[in-house]
């Protein structure tokens, strides 16, 4: 059994609490389903994520009535909140994809019981990165262009842009992943099945279980191709994430056109998703008192992936800092000065301590047993990617070529209204997802738990 | 008599299970399958036993074809319907192709594999007899079922039941088909 990432624990500390059995598993995570009323913490949860939701309907009502002009992007800053939130979003996503999926090839043990949560959290970001450059175009209605399609007008998209590579990798990921989580749910989902005790209950679970029956061949076919689907699917959100640093480095704007982009965005991606995974497995242990599940283990491990993905953070931005500092573009030079001293000076520092410097706590044996200190790190690390994509994507904008085409981006009221918004959707969708999906893979922990017991 | 369906042995452990299964091969049955809360490791040797090449391979072909559709509508776009001439570089300019063929490729893959996971389990089928076993339900939480079917040639109830017992079975209960 492979033991990465937890050395410091003896090998025979659990994964999963001694005293959890299938029983026991099974009925603890169906019940958070089937129980016929939410808990409050969810009820209080989910309004507030219904709120910030509406934001986000009346935020698309006045942008489709009035254009992208009611927020603050403007020439020569035309890439602001959508574009630099579309990165981040699906950042998240990724960073998601790669716990579930990257995990799964090396068999960690932690990977099992947190990889839905993981899984949920992408399928809940990636709506949200989607409909950010789709509120970016002029036209929205008019998206559907993108597709390659005979259309009467004769017109093809432009196959060898960046950006259309962008929304093919997006489509594709987006689908992909429903399919990845379907074949890894479909078991568990026959456990509810199984459990449910109301008519309406045992129907809906039942069609979406389709028949699932646990038969030694079914479950043959299904480990083969979630083996393989993990496979395929960790290589596969690199070029995704790649693809959107190409959006970037294919530009010539200084600060942008950088060979280095394609990894860097890729490294941010690893950090920022683990630690929103970490702070929703923290929400899901506490409010589904799933503490034998969840263990200081699984933590542990990834908290030092979230350590290692700052490390390898902090070598892309020295780089970043290397490129313009040794190079002889004027340009590049006089870009990079004004992020370092100015005006988006603070953006790129309290950046750099959030998403660098605190983390390195993570050294520290105690500071990944405190569920507090790292939930504070988590959220600081992703606040402070917010801050990261956002001042690469204006700040170069800001200092073009020209001094007398420079100028500078304030966000409007309807920007933040977008960013509130996408986060009430991906709340929403991550809520519906809690109340009515196991939040935990049954199948994979009771191998886990079958490995506990013959150990 | 009424019409079998098969007889179901419940077992409590995977070691059980796996244990029972190796019996009831060597007692001569073949027309029996195993019903596990998760893959239980060997039961697969037992019960199916031979390599397992076809998904992978329908895998493999969703990947080939899914690239060769994809290269082939940016090829028949750029180069045959609506040519552009962008900085003096080919219409079949394929490095700038490669990465929506990697990615529809990968996806023309997955969807093969979920779609050839669900066909080759016979998927969906929402009723099937097992599922009026009263225990049978268990076998998706913390129970291991072993269901002898009635096509076997020698299927015989009585020695079926005799067989489970003496495995060990918790619970032994007649399916109707």
């Keep these: ?455 | 008599m009424t019409n079998l369906f098969g007889i179901i042995g419940v077992f409590r452990t995977p070691d059980a299970v796996r244990n029972a299964a190796e019996q009831i091969r060597q007692s001569g049955y073949r027309a029996f399958d195993a019903y596990t809360p998760y893959a239980v490791e060997g039961l697969d040797r037992i019960i199916h036993p031979g390599p397992k090449v076809f998904l992978p391979l329908l895998m493999f072909a969703g990947a080939v074809a899914g690239a060769a559709l994809a290269y082939w509508i940016q090829y028949w776009d750029e180069a045959v319907s609506y040519p552009l001439n962008v900085g003096g570089r080919p219409y079949n300019s394929w490095p700038a192709f490669a990465v929506s063929t990697f990615e529809f490729m990968l996806l023309a893959a997955v969807a093969a594999g979920f779609l050839g996971m669900l066909a080759a389990s016979r998927l969906p089928q929402l009723y099937h007899p097992l599922f009026d076993a009263r225990t049978f339900e268990r076998a998706s939480r913390d129970r291991f079922v072993i269901c002898i079917e009635a096509t076997d040639p020698s299927f015989d109830v009585d020695s079926i039941r005799a067989l489970f017992e003496q495995l060990g079975a918790e619970r032994i209960e007649e399916v109707p088909a």
């Design chain 1, 1 to 455: 059994m492979a033991v990465t990432l937890t050395n410091e624990l003896p090998p025979e500390a659990p994964v999963v609490a001694p005293d959890l059995t299938l029983t026991s598993l099974s009925e603890e995570v169906s019940d958070r389903v089937l129980m016929s009323r939410a808990p409050l913490w969810w009820w209080v949860g989910f309004l507030i994520s219904i709120t910030l939701l509406t934001v986000l309907f009346i935020q698309l009502g006045w942008l489709f009535i009035n254009g992208i002009g009611v927020w603050g992007v403007e020439i020569p800053v035309a890439w602001g909140f959508a574009i630099a939130e579309y990165v981040w979003w699906i950042a998240l996503a990724s960073g998601g994809t790669i716990v579930s999926a990257l995990f799964f090839l090396t068999r960690s043990p932690w990977r099992s019981a947190t990889n839905r949560i993981a899984e949920s959290m992408l399928l809940s970001a990636a709506p949200c990165a989607g409909l950010m450059p789709i509120m970016h175009l002029g036209r929205p209605g008019l998206f559907y262009w993108l597709f390659p399609y005979s259309s009467v007008m004769g017109v093809w998209p432009q196959m060898r842009s960046p950006l259309l590579w962008d929304f093919v990798c997006l489509l594709c990921y987006i689908l992909m992943s429903i399919m990845y989580y379907y074949s890894g749910i479909l078991p568990d989902l026959a456990t509810v099945r199984d459990l449910a005790k109301t008519r309406s209950k045992q129907i809906l679970y039942g069609i979406l279980a389709l028949g699932w029956r646990g038969s030694v061949a079914q479950w043959q076919n299904q480990r083969v191709v979630y083996a393989i689907m993990s496979a395929i699917m960790a290589p596969m959100v690199i070029s995704v994430h790649s693809v959107v640093g190409l959006d970037y480095a294919g530009g010539l704007t200084p600060g942008w056109h950088d060979t280095q982009f394609p990894p860097y965005f890729f490294f941010g991606a690893v950090i920022s998703g683990t630690a929103v995974i970490i702070m929703l497995t923290i929400l899901v242990r506490w409010g589904y008192s799933l503490q034998k599940v969840l263990t200081e283990y699984h933590f542990n491990a990834m908290a030092k992936v979230m350590l290692v993905g700052s490390l390898m953070l902090c070598y892309a931005y020295v780089w970043e800092a290397f490129g313009p500092l040794y190079g002889s573009d004027v340009a590049d030079k006089t870009e990079f000065y004004q992020r370092l001293f100015g005006f988006p000076a603070p953006l790129f520092w309290s950046e750099k301590i959030l998403t660098v410097v605190i983390p390195q706590l993570l050294w520290f044996p105690a500071v990944r047993r405190s569920q507090l200190l790292l939930f504070l790190i988590s959220g600081g690390i992703v606040v402070g990617m917010w801050q990261e994509r956002f001042m690469f994507t204006s700040a170069s904008l800001e200092h073009n070529y020209m001094p007398s085409y420079w100028g500078y981006f304030y966000p409007t009221l309807w920007d933040w209204a977008a960013l509130a918004g996408t986060i009430g959707l991906f709340l929403t969708l991550f809520f519906l997802f809690l109340r009515f999906a196991p939040i935990v893979s049954l199948a994979e922990v009771r191998e886990i738990i079958d490995e506990e017991r013959s150990r």
